[in-house]
């Protein structure tokens, strides 16, 4: 099954929402902040982009609650800063959000109209549903694109580990070692694949001298030293644990690939490089937490803030319920209590975020 028929986080605003479990991902957007506003100061500088006066910015992935605007508002913020500073007025902004269309677009919009009550500049919004895959807006259209936390979901998860029937964590560790490079692989194929396919069309979409400013979580070394270097590796070792105890079928954990990949910093830049659209201005790699408060980075939090993400994915494969995900927080709180504690320290976490900042070239 496609990404697109089936992703989403935990909508509304409840206590296992995705808008009351995100603060990890807020804390990278606030990180992204010198990126945008350098990107703003770049494409408003530029003549020939605002001669119309009017200037398009879209944040693709944008899920739902307060970070669903928070990039897109640094952006605005930037922008009035930046006329306010040349004394000059500021050009009109259309504001699009972008998601799945089973993102909880009911509560971005509401959002949305906040960002409308602000005057100065003159700002009109809208969301598009649909991949970040396939085509979105019309030529040229865009100023600035940003994305945070998203394009570390693939479009699909790699069809030759199903169709092989390789597992994507096999249960057995020496046989789970033997195949790392094959399943490593796979899924860095289809990275590679879906990435490509991103940058050729926003570099369509974006107007001569757009900017992009993405995250992306990654993982901290370009060798895949063993199955924790990747991200799926943590997600793998709870429900694994699940399987082991039963409280999620053997076999169907066997057959449950996540599309989801964490590439690292060479393979980023390779793949920029080889797709040739975009040159990139800044690359920043941030400490999984750097910068947080503790408080949000107890096992409790970190384990609720996995099933905000994981919860319709993983219910949806495994048929299970709520009951199944009350015991996959408890599992991951104690992984994270333990053996998998590293993956939350600062230093030592396999995963980090890689911020970019590109240019049309
Ligand atoms: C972890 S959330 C990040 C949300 C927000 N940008 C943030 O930083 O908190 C990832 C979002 O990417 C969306 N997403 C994943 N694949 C996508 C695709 N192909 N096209 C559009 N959105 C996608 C998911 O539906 C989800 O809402």
Known sequence: MDAKQMLHMNQGQGETSYVQNSNMQSAE???????????????????????HGKMVIADLGCSSGPNAVALVSIALEATHRHFLQLRQP???????????PYNDFNTVVKDLVQLRQIKEPIV??????????????????????????????????????????????????YVRRERLPVVAGAYARQFRKDFTVFLELRAKELAPEGMMVVS???????????EISHIWGMIA????????????????????????????????????QEEGSFSITEMRVHDLNSGMDSTFLTPNRVANGMRAVLEPIIN??????????????????????????????????????????LAKA
């Open 29 to 51: 957007q606030n990180r992204m902040k010198p990126l945008i506003e350098a990107a703003i100061v770049h494409v408003c500088s530029n003549a020939s982009t605002l001669s």
């Open 90 to 100: 500021p050009p009109e902004v259309c504001i699009l959000l972008n998601d799945l």
């Open 124 to 173: 009109v919004t809208g969301v598009v549903p649909g991949s970040f895959y396939e085509r979105l807006f019309p030529s040229g259209s865009l100023h600035l694109v940003c994305s945070s936390n998203s394009l570390n979901w693939l479009s699909k998860a790699p069809e030759d580990l199903r169709i092989n029937q390789i597992p994507a964590y096999d249960i057995d560790e």
């Open 216 to 226: 992306v979580p990654g993982r901290r070394c370009d060798e895949l030293i063993n």
């Open 237 to 272: 070792q709870i429900l694994a644990i699940m399987a082991l105890e039963g409280v999620i079928d053997k076999a169907k954990f066997e057959s449950f690939y996540m599309p989801i990949y964490g590439p690292s910093q060479r393979e980023l830049r390779e793949i920029i």
């Open 316 to 357: 949806q494969h495994f048929g299970s319920s709520g009951e199944v995900m009350d015991e996959f927080v408890r599992t991951a709180e104690k992984h994270l209590s333990g053996q998998g504690s590293s993956y939350v320290n600062q230093t030592e976490s396999p995963i980090v975020w890689f911020a970019l900042s």
